[in-house]
Each structure stands twice: as C-alpha cells, then as structure tokens.
C-alpha cells in the first residue's frame, strides 16, 4: 500500500479559479514533505518543502500546509493560470538518519488542467 | 532551465540490451540522484550519489548500476532489459546531502524497450 495518497486524482479548473489538493501519508518517522510540479514531458520542480516545525509555506501562488498531527499536507493555487496546468506531486520523506533518502514516498500525483 | 542535463533524451533499444545514461548536474551540487518514472508505478527513487560515494539506495534492481565520476557527472547503467524497464529516467541534484534542500531534476531520458 502506498503511504502517500494524493486526491482527487485529476481536477480540471477555470482560469482564475482557486484550488486545493490534498496529501495524506504515513510515512512515520517523518522527515519532510516536498510538493512538485511536473509539466508533461519534463523534469519535477520543486514547490516547497517543509519540515516537521512548519506549518505553511509559499511559493507565489502556491501554498502549502502541513499538519504532521493529522499527517496531511494541502496544496492551494490561487488564482489559476493556464501555465498551472500539471502533475502536482507529494513526496514524504522518512527520518532515518542517513539512510533517509532511501525511505521517499511518492504519491501518484494530481493532474491539474486549467481552462480558459 | 534547471542546470541538470541529461542525455540521451530518448533511447530505443531491444530487450537484453544494455544502456548507459548520463547527467551532469547543476554548477556546484554535489549529490546526484537517479529516477525512474513509469505509466504505472509514477515516479521512484533509485539511488543516490554524494560527492563520488553512493549514499543511499531505493528501490533500484540489481541489473541497475550507477557511479558518480570525480567531475561529478553520473551515469546510470542498466543492463539485461526488459519490456517493463520503459520509462522516463530522470537525473537530479542538489547542493550537499540533501536532505532539506531542493532538488534539481533535470528533463529525462525517455527509454523505450521494443
């Protein structure tokens, strides 16, 4: 079972429009938690990337949250553009010293098309 | 442009073969990591290298190889294909050990197996 959901799936919005995706996990012991956009045919770039300690994060129009009690993470677009339109990706990180980075979870991503 | 380059951009070969991917990353990151990224599985972490030595490893099979080179470039060797190791690979890097740090991935390199 994976231990990072994502939801809903896909999401088509209209341009200008506000949205929010959602990240469950429970990956455990918890390290951080990374969103990603990936445009069709290229590389992931990262969003944020959050710790234990922080509860928000921004970047522009995205904005993301944590709630390590609950082990959920949100990410809110403002204002949609149609440059928006991709792969939205959750990546949690596990606290394993120096072996962490063997413990990433990747969610299956949410895709997002924004419409004129 | 994130400064990781990756090359080939796309690979087609038959199954049994064996392929060398390379990636040079971004001016002054000393860790490297490789992706694998299939229709099916989404995106899974392989391995990382840091500053010449691997560092940590993740789901990457044994027929998988990687190395970092002094320069720092890396290449990803992957041999005895299968059908099922179609995917984009992706090369990404950061400063140091990366554990808080973003990453920089660069655009892939899309393996087509026939």
């Known amino acids: 079972k994976n231990q990072v959901e994502q939801s809903p799936q896909s999401l088509i919005i209209l341009e200008g429009k506000n949205c929010t995706l959602q990240c469950n996990y429970t990956v455990s012991p918890f390290s951080n938690l990374r969103w990603y956009k990936q445009d069709t045919g290229r590389g992931p770039v990262s969003l944020t990337i959050m710790t234990f300690s922080e509860n928000t994060k921004s970047n522009g129009r995205y904005t993301a949250t944590l709630d390590a009690d609950t082990k959920q993470s949100s990410l809110h677009i403002t204002a949609s553009q149609l440059s928006d339109s991709a792969s939205y990706i959750c990546?949690?990180?596990?606290?394993?010293?120096?072996?962490?980075?063997?413990?990433?979870?990747f969610g299956a991503g949410t895709q997002v098309v924004v419409t004129p | 442009d994130s400064g990781v380059t990756q090359t080939p951009k796309h690979l087609i070969t038959a199954t049994g073969q064996r392929v060398t991917l390379r990636c040079s990353p971004r001016?002054?990151?000393?860790?490297v990591y490789w992706y694998q990224q299939s229709l099916d599985q989404g995106l899974q972490f392989l391995i990382q290298?840091?500053?010449?030595?691997?560092?940590a490893k993740g789901n990457i099979l044994e027929r998988f190889s990687a190395q970092q080179f002094p320069d720092l470039h890396s290449e990803l060797n992957l041999s005895s294909l299968e059908l099922g190791d179609s995917a984009l690979y992706f090369c990404a890097s950061s400063k140091g050990t990366g554990e808080n740090q973003p990453q920089h991935f660069g655009d892939g390199t899309r393996l087509s197996i026939l």
């Open positions: 290298y840091y500053n010449g030595e691997e560092r």
């Open positions: 001016s002054g990151d000393l860790s």
């Open positions: 990546v949690v990180s596990a606290l394993l010293g120096d072996d962490s980075w063997g413990k990433l979870q």
